[in-house]
């Protein structure tokens, strides 16, 4: 069991670029999500999917894209980088969204946009 | 909008003290209250509280849910250096159009020094 693997580790973009963070897990969990962590500011959900076809918008959705086609992946896009998404970002699944299960984080990307 | 505070944002204790973490919220339809704790990478899992007044404890580390008046105290007791760490509280809510979504806090950067 790999749990939920996320690459890049790091990246650098330049604004205006478009890249795609990928998110993965081999837990069999329905829903997923993606975080974005800044400094004093906590984690803040960007956007997330109750199952593979259906995903929703989180507190922070500007700026990024999401799709579910398998259950396993979870990919987040940048559209159009902006210095502004300069953050640490987490993907994190759980068994299900909707009953009190544990939320397993991946280990993070680390993205600057220059 | 859903809100989670969390108080105090940083701590400086000694090797032996014992500390208390708080964590209030406002968030809707409101199903548990969860414990993590980051250091320098992704959040691990510490306690999800979904019941008022029931401890949950894990060695030095307790946790308590107060649902009436939307509250969450994290205590550790006889504190080590290894518990530095940033401690972040998060509330799911269920059902409606926040489907199982988690509201973190700022979170609490705790520095035990020996």
């Known amino acids: 069991n790999a749990g939920v693997t996320q690459t890049p580790k790091f990246q650098v973009l330049k604004t205006g670029q478009s890249m795609t963070l990928q998110c993965a897990q081999d837990m069999n969990h329905e829903y997923m999500s993606w975080y974005r962590q800044d400094p004093g500011m906590g984690l803040r959900l960007i956007h997330y999917?109750?199952?593979?076809?259906?995903?929703d918008q989180g507190e922070v959705p500007n700026g990024y894209n999401v799709s579910r086609s398998t259950t396993e992946d979870f990919p987040l896009r940048l559209l159009s980088a902006a210095p502004s998404q300069t953050s640490v970002y987490f993907c994190a699944s759980s068994y299900d969204g909707t009953v009190s299960y544990e939320q397993y984080f991946g280990p993070g990307t680390r993205l600057t946009v220059t | 909008e859903d809100k989670v505070v969390q108080s105090p944002l940083s701590l400086v204790v000694h090797e032996g003290d014992t500390v208390t973490l708080n964590c209030s919220y406002e968030?809707?339809?409101?199903?548990?209250l969860l414990w993590y704790k980051q250091e320098k990478k992704a959040p691990t899992f510490l306690f999800m509280l979904?019941?008022?007044?029931i401890e949950k404890k894990s060695g030095r580390l307790s946790s308590i849910l107060d649902k009436k008046e939307l509250f969450s105290i994290l205590n550790i007791t006889a504190t080590q250096t290894g518990d530095s760490a940033v401690y972040l509280c998060?509330?799911?809510?269920?059902?409606?159009?926040?489907?199982?979504?988690?509201?973190f806090g700022q979170g609490t950067i705790l520095t035990v020094h020996p």
């Open positions: 998060a509330a799911r809510n269920a059902g409606g159009t926040s489907y199982g979504k988690l509201t």
């Open positions: 968030v809707t339809n409101f199903r548990s």
């Open positions: 999917s109750v199952g593979a076809g259906i995903t």
């Open positions: 979904t019941s008022s007044g």
